[in-house]
């Protein structure tokens, strides 16, 4: 009996998957923790810059979930462009032009931005992203 094929998925696969349940989070207005799990892990771990408002380590669903609906209050609009992937193992590098809209000034800023992101059984358990202007984003802010 042949044995099933155990296809890894690619990394832009896995990006492409974690956008779209982060986007479908911040976009509906959702509070179900378990629309996250199909994309991130129950052990996630995401780093933010210590200079933005939602700084810090956000641990698991629920740490993701505060996380996102933190920027949900923050940005009006959040948008990813050019997204560009490479994978080594369960490592994707990701990079892409981020669009933030500012929910208290309407003002937007578009910009680099990078990740390093770590994948377990294809859902996300360590994010650290490097915002190329963390004065820009929040210079928006104000």
């Not at 696969?13 to 509906?28: A, T, Y």
């Not at 959040?78 to 560009?84: M, P, S, Y």
């Not at 892409?96 to 358990?125: H, Y």
Request: glycine fraction near 6%.
């Amino acid at each position: 009996m042949d044995k099933p094929l155990d296809r890894r998925r690619t990394a832009m696969e896995l990006i492409e998957n974690m956008f779209n349940v982060e986007m479908r989070f911040l976009q509906s207005g959702s509070e179900r923790l378990d629309v996250l799990a199909s994309a991130f892990h129950a052990e996630i771990v995401v780093h933010e810059p210590q200079s933005l408002p939602y700084a810090g380590d956000w641990n698991g669903l629920d740490g993701v979930g505060a996380l996102f609906r933190n920027m949900r209050e923050i940005w009006s609009d959040v948008a990813v462009e050019d997204l560009q992937t490479a994978q080594n193992d369960n490592v994707v590098f990701m990079s892409c032009m981020l669009s933030l809209t500012s929910r208290a000034t309407g003002a937007t800023i578009i910009q680099p931005f990078a990740e390093v992101l770590r994948f377990k059984d294809d859902r996300l358990i360590e994010g650290t992203p490097f915002y190329y202007d963390t004065g820009e984003i929040l210079a928006i802010l104000r």
